[in-house]
């Protein structure tokens, strides 16, 4: 994190829900200029710890600031520099597209030209369409443009990418990328690992109301101590028993022709310099990078939705 203060500070937060505990005692702060992620499994509390934020809900017990601000206290000032992505069908469907985005900048006293935006969103042909007849990526490119017409400081997009298909998934992760470099802190809840771990600069896994583990997507991969897997072909025979024997590595197999070494750490590198060592030649070599699957399997105990589907 950089050394300005957070723009965001969670402060063990709890909520609940009649007799359900959706949120334990969370507590994080999202520095400026960060994309930050949540990730969980479904009914972990994501969606209440933003709505918090948001100032949309109302916490039992902890402390929020965004901006300096209290999310309930100082909810209209809190709307004008939060933008918020409008979740399925909160549009009228006759709205057009044109229309939704100059009804949106007027409810803020800065803003984008909306004009701009549909350019910058590839939005401009669709800019007579009504709502019900966008596809998929364009009602989600929409949703974006929406919370950003109000020149937000702090985007809040939830389930992103839900319902695209790779292509317009990749599209949708430039643009973000885009929205950070124009210095706009994003905090993302997302269910694809995938995602998560290509545009977040840290990610939250937060799991049964509690904030199970915070880092990056490297150092949460590090951090469960996943198994990594080099595969290579030698082009002579070595010294299984040296190999097996570097701190690195916790299993040396052979399947279908090929060793197959797991272990942690640099295991790539290990294994390279004692075949180098032995003076034998790799060939074929490849690493099966663990990756925030495998993190979130260790932190929860399930694995995520396949594809980020809802369960
Ligand atoms: N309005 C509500 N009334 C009662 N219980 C609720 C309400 N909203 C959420 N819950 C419960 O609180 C818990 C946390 O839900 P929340 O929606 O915050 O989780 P989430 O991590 O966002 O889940 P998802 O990934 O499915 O969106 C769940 O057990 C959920 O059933």
Known sequence: MSGTSPVIEVDELCKSYGGTVAVDEVSFAVARGEIFGMIGPNGAGKTTTVECVEGIRKPDAGRISVLGLHPLRDRARLRQVLGVQLQHGMLPDRL??????????????????????????????????????????????????????????????????????????????????????????????????????????????IDRGRLAALDTPD?????????????????????????????????????????????????????????????????????DRATLDDAFLAVTGRRPAPDGERE
């Open 219 to 287: 150092g949460l991969i590090a951090r469960a101590g996943v198994q990594q897997r080099v595969r290579f072909r030698a082009t002579g025979p070595f010294d299984r028993a040296r190999l097996a024997g570097l701190a690195e590595v916790s299993g040396v197999t052979t399947q279908r022709g090929e060793a197959v070494v797991t272990g942690t750490g640099d295991l790539a590198h290990a294994v390279n310099a004692e075949l180098v060592r032995q003076g034998v030649v790799a060939t074929e070599i490849r690493l």
């Open 96 to 205: 057009r597209v044109g229309e939704a985005l100059t009804l949106y900048r007027s409810f803020y006293r800065d803003g984008v030209e909306p004009e701009r935006l549909l350019a910058e969103l590839g939005l401009t042909a669709s800019r007579n369409t009504a709502f019900a007849d966008l596809s998929g990526g364009q009602a989600q490119r929409l949703s974006i443009a929406l919370a950003l017409v109000g020149k937000p400081r702090i985007a809040v997009l939830d389930e992103l990418t839900t319902g695209l298909d790779p292509q317009a998934r990749r599209d949708t992760w430039e643009l973000v990328e885009q929205v950070r470099e124009s210095g706009v802190t994003v905090l993302l809840i997302t269910h694809f690992m995938e995602e998560a771990e290509r545009l977040c600069d840290r990610v939250a896994i």
